[in-house]
């Protein structure tokens, strides 16, 4: 069986699954919804600080997207636990699908769903006042959805070699809350000391919300647009990397 035809088996799979119990779905949905409602309205008084800009909306949203990806995706692996326990990662292996297959598939559905929030995300971002490139805002979820996969094949692979749900959900919150919150997601780092900024560039996620900000400014092939998407590409190809590996180490 092609590599193909497995994505779309279990991508198929994966979001029937989804659609017939939506609910962590929706849950994952009302935190980034909270923030909008709740915290949104402080923003009319940040056009006046430095990194805000005109709508501080252009820098709000984004970050909350880049947030919805990485917690709507970094805890996928709790799924592939539930299956290596009940058997049915075991009886997917005797059969001829492939590895990349079985995970892509998997991250398929993922993006798909991401899309989805993130797509309501920013129509209710608009209806409080968000005004954006379109075309930015399209791109930026391109960027997005490269970086949710990233994040998913992480956690797939994760979850393989860690098949035990206490320890993988501490594992999985400490790597995303400090690296979300040294990527200025709620706050320009361009308000931070030097030693807090001096972190933040080192962290890869910085370059992604830096990316998707400027993406919705409309700055569409600028320095930090582009340093995004590579570092982007470069995370999604690393954490697949990493995932099939766990696949195959599974495996034996």
Request: glycine share 12%; aromatic share 8%; net charge positive.
């Amino acid at each position: 069986m092609n590599t193909l035809r497995t994505s779309l088996i279990i991508f198929r799979r994966s979001l029937r699954f989804t659609l017939r119990n939506p609910a962590w779905v929706v849950m994952s949905l009302i935190q980034p919804l909270l923030y909008l409602v709740l915290f949104g309205p402080l923003l009319a008084k940040l056009a006046a600080v430095p990194g805000f800009g005109s709508n501080p909306w252009r820098v709000f949203v984004p970050g909350l997207l880049v947030q919805q990806s990485v917690f709507a995706s970094a805890f996928v692996g709790f799924g592939v636990i539930a299956e290596i326990r009940s058997g049915v990662l075991d009886r997917m292996r005797v059969t001829a699908a492939g590895e990349l297959g079985l995970l892509l598939g998997r991250v398929m559905r993922d993006a798909v769903v991401y899309a989805v929030q993130g797509g309501l995300l920013v129509l209710g971002a608009v209806g409080l006042g968000l005004r954006a490139s379109l075309a930015g805002v399209v791109l930026s979820f391109v960027l997005l959805c490269v970086l949710g996969l990233a994040m998913s094949a992480l956690s797939y692979g994760l979850a393989l070699r860690i098949p035990a749900e206490d320890v993988f959900g501490q594992l999985i919150n400490a790597v995303t809350l400090p690296t979300l919150l040294l990527s200025g997601v709620l706050l320009p780092m361009t308000l931070a000391p030097g030693w807090l900024s001096g972190l933040s560039r080192a962290n890869p996620l910085t370059h992604v919300v830096t990316g998707v900000r400027e993406l919705f400014d409309g700055r569409l092939t600028s320095s930090g647009t582009l340093t995004g998407a590579a570092v982007a590409l470069g995370l999604a190809a690393l954490t697949v990397w990493f995932g099939l590996r766990s696949v195959r180490s599974a495996d034996r």
